[in-house]
């Protein structure tokens, strides 16, 4: 009987633990899925907070690349620029190619990249106060656009100057074949039947003289037609004494000015074109160094 009574009291005791443990543990188990929860979120939380930073510094990391590769094509350019300037002065007359650098990163930059988001990664990373930053900010995309301005301007010039080439090169060309040329082809057969020394050596040089404008003529050599045809002409035409074909050796002598006026013009604006481009080899390595001097990327340094 007494053994009874344990054995029913142990029953007891064992099935009140036995509930007592389910109760615990159903208690428990939310506290313990909410506290993962958050330990979760909180590891979320400094991850994405890690990937912002990463994020933030590959974006310093990759603006930085390309700030500093338009740093160099730019300096390339200003040299670019004075190699221009030398060529064209050289050979005033024949059209100079420009050597062009930079667009691409420049474009990447100001059309491609997120500006506000460098914004706040350049004051993220700063170490200056953000006042300072922002006015770095403004004076690093002020030198960025202002490059962007002063390349096209320089490309408008170089393109000017060989359409200005062209155009007046062609007008000379016309003068040459339209008007001295032809002139001087129908002055020389006036003496095709002249007996007299004098005559005939003028009939003579004048045949030389017009030899020089075909061989000039086959390679368009503007110069050597100037200098070699042209100007020959015109000492010819200043040598003839006679009063006889007066106004056909004044009409000639008309377009001969014509056509030198014509090559002096563009080899002028050629000689101007090259002055322009020494200005902007000048102006341009003068603002990369005082831009260099301001360190803009020191205080964003990681």
Partial sequence: MVMDIVFQFGEYEITQTASNSVGIVAFISPLVALGLYFLKKNHDSK?????????????????RVLYDQIL?????????YKEHSTNIKNKPSEFQILRFFVVGDLNRILEKLNHEQF???????????????????KSIFSFLDYLNVFFKMALDSH??????LIDKKIEFASILNEKVFIATVKFVTIFDNETSDELVKLRNQFRVVLEKFTDG???????????????????????ISSNSHKSVIENLQIDCMRATWCYNEFTGQSLFISEEFEKYSVELHNK???????????????
């Fill in 119 to 137: 914004f706040h990664s350049y004051i993220r990373n700063s170490k200056g106060t953000k006042e300072e930053s922002i006015n770095n900010i």
């Fill in 159 to 164: 393109i000017k100057y060989k359409d200005d």
């Fill in 217 to 239: 003529s086959k390679n368009g050599d503007v110069d050597y037609l100037k200098n070699d045809f042209l100007e020959p002409l015109k000492d010819l035409l200043l040598s």
């Fill in 47 to 63: 991850k994405e907070k890690k990937d912002k930073v990463e994020k933030s510094n590959d974006l310093l990391s990759y603006f």
């Fill in 288 to 302: 990369i160094n005082e831009f260099n001097s301001k360190e803009y990327f020191k205080s964003v340094e990681h």
């Fill in 72 to 80: 160099s094509e730019s300096q390339k350019q200003a040299d670019a």
